[in-house]
């Protein structure tokens, strides 16, 4: 199956680059270009990684920290690294109501 198709790479090239040592999306673009024209692929290719034991996308990390992961999902996962000395921890996001409707 193609993971990108504006450079005709599939599974088996990004399975192949991971097996030769690549451990993130820009070393997978390296060697083959996925991920480098409209970034479609990019998630494909993160989760790609992170099946064969790389750590996880910034993306994921923040997620984590700010507790907007699934934890269901996240079972088996080691815990997010606190926040470096002197820094103050990220705020609490909070949901967004919807606006109320307006009679025309």
């Known amino acids: 199956m193609y993971v990108c198709m504006c450079h005709?790479?599939?599974e088996d090239q990004v399975k192949k680059a991971i097996d030769a040592?690549?451990?993130s999306p820009r070393q997978?673009?390296?060697g083959c270009k996925a991920?480098?024209?409209c970034g479609s692929c990019v998630r494909r290719i993160q989760a790609m990684l992170g099946e064969h034991g790389a750590r996880p996308c910034p993306t994921a990390r923040l997620a984590a920290k700010l507790g907007l992961t699934d934890p269901?999902?996240?079972a088996g996962r080691p815990a997010p690294a606190p926040a470096?000395?002197?820094r103050a921890p990220l705020p609490a996001v909070r949901a967004l109501e919807p606006a109320p409707l307006r009679a025309a």
């Open 84 to 86: 470096p000395a002197g």
């Open 8 to 10: 005709a790479v599939t």
């Open 21 to 23: 040592g690549a451990n």
């Open 35 to 37: 991920g480098t024209d």
């Open 28 to 30: 997978i673009a390296k």
């Open 72 to 74: 269901e999902s996240d």
